[in-house]
């Protein structure tokens, strides 16, 4: 397990149907849910940001209110958090994690990854090729 805590807005929790937000609770994903304040900002962000999704602003909203880091692959909510000078990662973050820690072994994170790819992820593709290199070498 990776030493940290993951958060999502419950408003995202709750319309997960595979998997079931419920699950991924259950598995230690934690529920966020912002105060009235919060959903103002939101509502805010929305008018402003209309090539971003509802969601992704309650992400964006958690994070800059906590300071957590935000976990998306959306070029666009990336743009943005960096406005607000909020940490970003995204999936390659969390396999590099993964394998650095040992949860999961190199060629098991080239299989993921192989997935991701397959079923139509948009993850660029250098950042994919240099890690499908340095994880062959760590086999």
Same mark, same amino acid.
């Given at each position: 397990?990776?030493?940290?805590?993951?958060?999502?807005?419950?408003?995202?929790?709750?319309?997960?149907?595979?998997?079931?937000?419920?699950?991924?609770?259950?598995?230690?994903?934690?529920?966020?849910?912002?105060?009235?304040? /919060?959903?103002?900002?939101?509502?805010? =962000? #929305?008018?402003? @940001?209309?090539?971003?999704?509802?969601?992704? !602003?309650?992400? +964006?909203?958690?994070?800059?209110?906590?300071?957590?880091?935000?976990?998306? /692959?959306?070029?666009?909510?990336?743009? =943005? #958090?960096?406005? @607000?000078?909020?940490?970003?990662?995204?999936? !390659?973050?969390? +396999?590099?994690?993964?394998?650095?820690?040992?949860?999961?072994?190199?060629?098991?994170?080239?299989?993921?990854?192989?997935?991701?790819?397959?079923?139509?992820?948009?993850?660029?593709?250098?950042?994919?090729?240099?890690?499908?290199?340095?994880?062959?070498?760590?086999?």
């Amino acid at each position: 397990m990776l030493p940290y805590e993951f958060f999502s807005p419950d408003v995202i929790i709750d319309e997960l149907f595979q998997p079931e937000g419920k699950d991924l609770l259950s598995l230690g994903l934690k529920s966020y849910e912002l105060n009235a304040d /919060g959903v103002r900002e939101v509502a805010h =962000l #929305a008018e402003q @940001y209309r090539n971003i999704a509802i969601n992704d !602003l309650f992400a +964006l909203t958690i994070a800059k209110i906590t300071g957590f880091p935000l976990l998306t /692959g959306d070029s666009d909510l990336r743009k =943005l #958090a960096g406005t @607000y000078k909020i940490s970003v990662h995204g999936i !390659l973050w969390v +396999l590099d994690e993964m394998v650095c820690r040992e949860i999961l072994k190199p060629v098991e994170a080239i299989c993921a990854l192989c997935k991701m790819l397959r079923h139509g992820s948009r993850l660029p593709h250098q950042e994919c090729e240099k890690r499908f290199r340095h994880w062959e070498k760590m086999k």
